[in-house]
């Protein structure tokens, strides 16, 4: 089943416009997704315009795979780069711990069946998949812990804590090497995993991955490349200092011409802020510079530049000449991302998620301004998994999926209301409606006796229906204890289609899912996913 973005808590109106209103959103992003007729003209644009980095690029890919062994399709893929008629089908995401959350593979899903079906039908070019790792983020944070369904069916955060304080700035997450903390993570994960004849091989697999000394970007690229090789899906690592060495032309310009750049973004962002909202903060400079205490954000001061947080200043000569000596120092925040990657592919499409949707909003003045076509921004299939065991649940208490897709509360009000044999939430409505009509009618009657027993009547219908509220709430809360193996039943459920009030595919891990049904999983996810449908799935497995 298919359910509307716009009937689930949370999207913003931007997101919402940008698929089913795109007419309202026309003057931010200029390309529409769903505008067929235009893509011979797009994909025409991207193949005359010249790169003259591409051999260079294809063999900094070539090196970053070094040291696996990529399947025939990737190896095809990779040198038809070479080729103008070559497009790329461009996604990315940070290095989330054993994967991330679902959502990451619904992304490289979406850009795989994408770059398949445009192949099938534009027989002039030639559409392949990249993932674009994004390591040069220094946000820990976010990329430390995971969510799993334990064998309790109740939701469990896991963190990887590495033992350094929250404080330090540990710079690009990329370079983040596993210390020992990594096993103990990985020793609670099998305590957790219910056993399954699954079990022993998926954690054979993530052991192999995640590993002391290894660092984020090798594990995650490791994982990837595990399940998605075979379908000629490219890794590229941006963090590679040769791949920095290419950018250069781009630090550059966003240096010297900054003043016009940062206009440019407050501009269009004061613009959304007028009818939607502006995704990302506007920055003065869209870059940071790496030292050995971490990552730092570049800052305009007067006539020079500095370090967020840092007082050592520089003149833009000299930070021109850093750019130039040591490239691999710089990295570009998330504005200035999408230029670097469109500089160095021709990218016919980014697949991304609602929040990529909503601050690409921001790049797009940009593109123009670095002589770079825009790629159309194509939405991510976004999905929610329903077992057998939930859906006979679902079943069994009159309830539908998008029921879920709401607070727990009214799921146990509707429950209740679907099991008793009294509609009590009804009963005391017309109770309350019953009361107030009566008292009403006494106070009129009251009025005409002595008008000052009025006041006296609006104390006691307040008191009366105060008391009946609370006989409401001892109501409810018996049918709940009456029904409490039910409700605990339909929590778990909730833990699992809508965990944490979120999306399935926002807050669990492919862990969970793996665990129980194989690491097929993945190409089932594949057969499943439907890339033009443009709302909420939710597929039973």
């Not at 210390?179 to 091989?201: S, W």
């Not at 009000?413 to 939430?425: A, D, Q, R």
Request: a negative charge; proline letters at 4%.
């Amino acid at each position: 089943m298919f359910i509307n973005f716009s009937d689930i808590p949370g999207h913003q109106n931007l997101f919402l416009d940008y698929l089913y209103e795109f007419s309202n959103v026309k003057r931010f992003y200029g390309k529409d997704f769903r505008d067929k007729t235009f893509y011979p003209q797009h994909f025409n644009l991207l193949a005359q315009k010249e790169k003259h980095h591409t051999l260079e690029l294809l063999e900094i890919i070539h090196n970053q795979y070094s040291n696996l062994t990529p399947d025939e399709k990737t190896i095809r893929n990779i040198e038809s780069l070479k080729q103008k008629n070559t497009l790329a089908i461009v996604t990315g995401q940070q290095l989330g711990i054993f994967g991330g959350p679902l959502y990451t593979f619904y992304k490289i899903l979406t850009s795989i069946k994408l770059s398949y079906a445009l192949n099938e039908k534009y027989s002039n070019y030639n559409f392949v998949p990249v993932f674009w790792l994004e390591g040069d983020d220094h946000d820990f944070e976010e990329v430390k812990s995971f969510n799993l369904i334990d064998e309790n069916n109740e939701l469990v955060t896991m963190d990887y804590n590495d033992g350094i304080g929250e404080e330090i700035n540990r710079g690009s997450v990329g370079k983040i090497k596993f210390n020992g903390a990594v096993e103990i993570l990985l020793d609670e994960l099998q305590k957790q995993l219910r056993d399954t004849e699954f079990k022993p091989k998926l954690m054979d697999l993530l052991k192999s991955f995640y590993k002391v000394g290894s660092t984020f970007k090798d594990a995650f690229k490791e994982l990837i490349f595990y399940f998605f090789d075979k379908f000629g899906v490219i890794i590229f690592d941006p963090s590679d200092p040769k791949v920095k060495k290419l950018l250069k032309p781009i630090f550059k310009k966003e240096v010297e011409e900054f003043r016009e750049h940062a206009n440019e973004v407050v501009s269009i962002s004061a613009k959304l802020e007028e009818s939607y909202h502006a995704q990302v903060k506007a920055r003065p400079i869209n870059l940071f510079m790496s030292e050995e205490d971490g990552r730092h954000l570049i800052e305009p001061i007067e006539s020079e530049f500095r370090l967020k947080g840092k007082r050592k200043k520089f003149s833009k000569e000299t930070l021109l000449e850093q750019i130039e000596i040591s490239p691999e120092k710089f990295s570009p925040n998330v504005l200035l991302r999408p230029i670097c990657q469109d500089y160095l592919f021709r990218t016919a499409f980014y697949v991304g998620g609602p929040s990529e949707i909503s601050y690409f909003a921001q790049v797009i003045p940009l593109y123009k301004m670095f002589d770079i076509e825009q790629p159309i921004i194509y939405p991510r299939s976004s999905l929610t998994i329903a077992e057998k065991n939930i859906q006979k649940l679902v079943e069994k208490f009159n309830l539908s999926y998008s029921d879920f897709f709401n607070d727990k509360e009214s799921i146990t009000k509707k429950i209740i209301g679907n099991l008793s044999e009294v509609n009590s939430e009804q009963a005391f409505d017309n109770c309350s409606k019953e009361i107030t009509i009566a008292l009403d009618n006494l106070k009129e009657k009251l009025f005409a006796i002595d008008n000052t027993l009025v006041d006296l009547t609006n104390k006691t219908s307040e008191k009366i229906l105060q008391n009946l509220e609370l006989l409401k709430e001892r109501s409810s809360d018996a049918q709940k204890r009456k029904h409490d193996v039910t409700i605990r039943q339909i929590n778990r459920v909730s833990n699992i289609l809508y965990p944490n009030s979120n999306l399935q595919e926002r807050e669990l891990n492919f862990i969970y899912f793996a665990n129980k049904y194989g690491l097929d999983i993945v190409k089932w996810m594949f057969d499943q996913i439907e890339i033009e449908k443009f709302e909420h799935q939710v597929t039973e497995l």
